[in-house]
């Protein structure tokens, strides 16, 4: 029988105070070891939230593409994909976000939370070229609140074990996930094909 939780009273009353260091880690801005992670991060995902509600966007690049212009300003380029926009367009919306850092080999994660200004300034974005091509936009995030996640939900996921990856053939291709989604009007194989030749070229 389902016994759903519905007031702040009775969630508290079942998991109790919280561990006075998870309190502790939580800061308004960056400690050097929390710059550190940053630097060091090839990836991160970043949560938005809109009109038509909530959205959650890996963004990824070189370690260090995240770049921290000081302990409360992060500037990060929007680098070249489908134009679906979305965390663009929940930012305009709503400037709130949320950011979940990763680094391989890591079990530790880094959440920050704050406010995205979508900078679209031509010295800025050239700034972050590679191979001679910007972005079209930066995000400049102002960090609100910055700490550590334990190291619990990436030891049970085994996440960076090699023995517990997946050959990418075991599980459905990406033309086949778009037939799949579109009824057959867009995918198949020959965008698997298509794709494998495309994404390389167009990183940037």
């Keep these: 029988m389902s016994r759903p939780i519905t007031d702040l009273a009775a969630l508290e009353a079942l ?9 502790a880690k939580e800061v308004p801005a960056l400690t050097p070891g929390y710059r550190a992670l940053i ?14 509600g909530l959205d959650a966007s890996p963004r990824g690049d070189e370690p260090g593409f995240v770049r921290v212009a000081d302990d409360r ?15 663009l367009r929940n930012i305009l919306a709503d400037p709130r976000v949320g950011l979940l850092f990763l680094v ?4 530790e994660t880094l959440r920050i939370n704050g406010r995205a200004v979508i900078d679209t300034d031509q010295v800025l974005c050239e700034s972050f070229a590679v191979d001679g091509k910007a972005p079209k936009s930066v995000l400049v995030v102002t ?6 996640q334990c190291s619990r939900a990436l030891l049970r996921s085994h996440l960076w074990d090699p ?13 086949s996930l778009l037939a799949e989604a579109s009824a057959g009007r867009e995918g198949g ?3 698997d094909r298509s794709l494998a030749e495309r994404i390389p070229k167009t990183l940037y």
């Design 104 to 107: 391989p080999g890591l079990n």
């Design 163 to 175: 023995a517990v990856q997946l050959p990418r053939a075991s599980l459905p291709s990406v033309g």
């Design 143 to 148: 960090i609100e609140t910055v700490f550590f």
């Design 73 to 87: 300003t992060l500037l990060i380029p929007d680098r070249r994909g489908n134009n679906r926009i979305d965390s």
């Design 189 to 191: 194989d020959a965008y």
């Design 15 to 23: 998991y109790g105070e919280p561990v006075a260091a998870s309190i």
């Design 39 to 52: 630097e060091a991060s090839p990836f991160f995902v970043l949560a938005t939230s809109g009109p038509g």
